[in-house]
């Protein structure tokens, strides 16, 4: 039996947590959750979220409210019954109702070694505070910023030769790879 999976994220940080969790026998992902697509460029062309296309190229239902906090969000994402959300690079603070809403909670792939770091860009954080290392953390989401319970870390050098790309780059990697290792123990 296979756990329903909602996966929530934006950014293309989240897209090998996505890709990892689709492709593993023991994850059904029911429901993508991304940001609208939002105007870019000189001509303000609508652009799809990277998750979203993602999602697309895995065929997988995708949901882009936006406000996950509405109560027309959390019906549709209760339709779907998952068993757990996995939160990556989203970019909303969920409700409490939201959290609650599957039987194994809510977790999070987040690219620092919390709780350093909170919140957005801790990226581009760690290396203007001259941090010699960063990682990934995988956490139970609640109701705070960055907040909920440690479960597992995972902890990398910032080499000298690293920007914030490079780094980007090593952390949607082992945030996908220490997520895999997360769940079954969680």
């Avoid at 941090?131 to 440690?150: F, H, K, N, P």
């Amino acid at each position: 039996m296979s756990i329903r999976v909602t996966f929530m994220g934006t950014a293309e940080l989240a897209c090998p947590s996505l890709q990892a969790l689709a492709s593993d026998a023991h994850y059904e992902v029911v429901q993508v959750i991304t940001q609208p697509d939002r105007p870019q460029g000189r001509d303000l062309k609508l652009k799809p979220s990277p998750v979203k296309e993602a999602a697309l190229a895995l065929g997988l239902d995708i949901f882009q409210p936006e406000k996950v906090r509405c109560v027309e969000a959390r019906q549709i994402i209760a339709s779907k019954k998952p068993d757990l959300i996995v939160v990556a690079a989203y970019g909303q603070i969920l409700p409490q109702s939201l959290l609650d809403l599957p039987r194994l909670g809510c977790l999070n792939v987040h690219a620092s070694l919390l709780p350093k770091h909170r919140g957005a860009a801790p990226i581009q954080w760690a290396i203007l505070n001259d941090d010699s290392e960063t990682g990934v953390t995988i956490m139970r989401v609640d109701a705070g910023l960055d907040t909920g319970d440690i479960l597992t870390v995972e902890k990398t050098a910032i080499l000298a030769s690293d920007n914030a790309q490079t780094l980007h780059d090593r952390l949607a990697l082992m945030g996908a790879r220490l997520l895999l290792q997360t769940i079954p123990n969680y």
